[in-house]
């Protein structure tokens, strides 16, 4: 496989294309308050319940809307603004997370009001993260997508990092309320900087034409795929035929494209793994080392700086055997997480979470700089939340398993199943290695 000359990160580049400086605020700040938040409400809930059931209960809640929500969102990322969508999301969000949190603050907040807050924000998260992958694409010329990736992961880490390190300190001192208000205003902060993205309504459909060329280093993009127009009338454009059909032309591009499929698979793997561990690591800090919500909030903190590491290291990973890096990352990742409980230090676990987000960081970056490459604008929204349906199935399945054998059998076999979901993205990752890209595998849109 040819290494790709424009795989290099041009910080200066980048950061000239228009709008990108405020995208890039948004993502750190939006993530800075979902890291705060989660850490804290899953804090709470265990101090609240002792049960890792009940915070595997916050995980499936979190993201039990990803089984629904993203085929539809998927369709109305493709139909719509972008920019647009990302300031509503945001701003409802602000709205849902700050109502709670003054119910928290008066003292009158019941469990079930934090998981309806907590379900609904995987409504939103359900279309978001989709959203915001397929307007990099829109935002970022083609040959500056890797280093678009990079540095979009590096806010996200930033921000959790950020999180990590604050999260204990002010749970500590203001508690759940103080938490979700510094969370609900960070979702504020975000929807002005999408807003200031741009000037204009820019529907992606008008995005056609628009040739693709192999600039991702893991994957081969056939250079004269073209995206063809989209003719549609504002009377049928939400009619539940053509949202249906809409939703088919996806399935149908993923069908004909069996190496996004598998490489879509191994991000859902990934994430997979990431979302459920997040049951089990609660649980290492406060049984296993016996730290408080400030050292929990350092694991965390270890994690988004491997993280940030890793987002530096994806051009360096691009120009020596990329698939080699794919797969050899999500094998630390299985092996690592299945001898985590074994790190009876504080300091021991904060070292190996940092090398899991530096794997975590080139898994992503390799894996969405390829996807970006190949898949046509127009479809992107609906393949994004494909994959996301998928992250989602196993998130569900693992975070409940991953909570009932922490509690029923123990903490150690339950690390061994996280890892299996690792194992699983490294078998997809091997799969995308042996197929190719079909150029005659993009529909033409969906007819009347």
């Known amino acids: 496989m040819a290494s790709d000359p424009h795989s290099t990160l041009d910080w200066k580049a980048l950061f000239r294309v228009p709008g990108f400086p405020f995208f890039f605020f948004a993502m750190f700040v939006s993530l800075f308050g979902t890291g705060m938040n989660f850490a804290g409400v899953t804090w709470y809930v265990l101090g609240a319940t002792h049960s ?3 915070v595997s209960l916050i995980v499936i809640l979190v993201t039990l809307p990803g089984l629904v929500v993203p085929p539809f969102g998927g369709v109305l990322i493709d139909r719509v603004d972008r920019r647009y969508l990302g300031v509503t999301l945001d701003a409802a ?38 959203t ?13 997508l890797l280093t678009a990736n990079a540095t979009v992961l590096i806010a996200v880490q930033g921000g959790m990092t950020a999180a990590g390190a604050l999260v204990g300190f002010t749970f500590d001192r203001a508690g759940l309320a103080g938490i979700l208000g510094i969370d609900g205003t960070t979702y504020m902060i975000s929807a002005i900087c999408l807003l200031l993205l741009r000037h204009g309504y820019h529907a992606p459909q008008d995005a056609h034409n628009t040739r693709l060329v192999s600039a991702a280093p893991t994957i081969e993009a056939p250079p004269e795929m073209s995206e063809p127009s989209l003719m549609r009338t504002d009377e049928d454009l939400f009619a539940p035929s053509r949202v249906f059909a809409d939703i088919a032309e996806g399935l149908t591009y993923l069908q004909q494209q069996p190496r996004v499929l598998a490489l879509g698979i191994t991000y859902a793997c990934m994430m997979a793994g990431v979302i459920s561990a997040n049951v089990l690591v609660v649980a290492l800090a406060k049984d296993l080392l016996a730290t408080g919500p400030g050292g929990y909030g350092y694991i965390e903190m270890g994690w988004a700086f491997g993280a940030i590491v890793g987002g530096l290291a994806a051009s360096a990973a691009a120009r020596n055997r990329p698939y080699r890096v794919l797969v050899l990352a999500l094998a630390i990742l299985a092996a690592g997480h299945t001898l985590f409980p074994f790190a009876r230090t504080l300091a021991a676990a904060v070292a190996m979470n940092a090398l899991f987000g530096v794997c975590r960081a080139l898994v992503g970056v390799l894996t969405q700089s390829s996807i970006m490459t190949t898949v ?12 996301s349906v998928m992250a989602t199935v196993l998130q569900v399945i693992m975070s409940f398993t991953l909570g009932w054998f922490a509690q029923r059998v123990s903490l150690s076999t339950a690390f061994v199943l996280l890892g299996a979901i690792y194992g699983g993205g490294v078998i997809a990752a091997l799969r995308a290695r042996t197929l190719s890209i079909n150029p005659q595998g993009t529909p033409t849109p969906a007819a009347s």
């Open 52 to 54: 890792t059931v009940k």
């Open 93 to 130: 969000r602000a709205v849902i997370v700050l109502g709670t949190a003054a119910l928290a603050y008066m003292g009158c907040l019941s469990m079930w009001e934090l998981y309806s807050m907590v379900f609904l924000l995987g409504v939103g998260f359900a279309v978001y993260w989709s």
């Open 132 to 144: 915001t992958n397929a307007l990099v694409q829109e935002l970022v010329p083609r040959e500056q």
């Open 376 to 387: 046509p604008r127009r479809l992107m929204g609906r393949t994004q939340s494909a994959f």
